[in-house]
């Protein structure tokens, strides 16, 4: 039996929607169903910009690629428009990480990156029935 227990997840942080144009997409999301834009940003380290409409406790991203190669834009040459991932917010990712590890769940990033103090790790999807998930650790300020 193992000491580790599982992780703790606080709630889903945001979803994130792969878009050609987000503009397009907007016309749908907040003109349409009433998601209002909080705002847009560029994330070079992605290669792409990204929407951000808060749904109550959680986001819709919208991500739109800024180039022909990065990882982003592939999967959007060959799936096209579609959900991308889910984004689970945990108290502690590197605890998250070691559990999932143990329990033989392939890992994107074994080890979290940071961006804007947050840190995140991706879980393959082979080993989550198909799904795309990101973990997130907010910093203290961030927390609800
Ligand atoms: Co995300």
Not at 47 to 73: C, H, K, M, Y
Not at 134 to 143: A, G, H, I, T, W
Request: net charge negative; aromatic share 4%.
């Amino acid at each position: 039996m193992s000491a580790m227990s599982k992780p703790k997840v606080k709630k889903i942080n945001h979803v994130a929607i792969v878009v050609e144009d987000i503009d397009e997409a907007l016309k749908f999301w907040d003109e349409g169903l009433g998601v209002e834009l909080s705002h847009i940003q560029e994330v070079p380290s992605q290669e792409s910009r990204v929407a951000f409409l808060p749904t109550g406790e959680s986001e819709i991203e919208l991500v739109q690629p800024t180039s022909n190669d990065s990882g982003v834009a592939r999967y959007l040459e060959k799936r096209g428009p579609g959900m991308h991932h889910i984004c689970v917010e945990v108290e502690d990712i590197r605890e998250a990480l070691a559990h999932l590890k143990e329990k033989d769940i392939r890992l994107i990033n074994e080890v979290p990156e940071e961006r804007d103090g947050i840190l995140y790790a991706f879980i393959h999807p082979e080993s989550t029935q198909g799904v795309l998930v990101e973990l997130y650790e907010l910093p203290e300020e961030k927390r609800d």
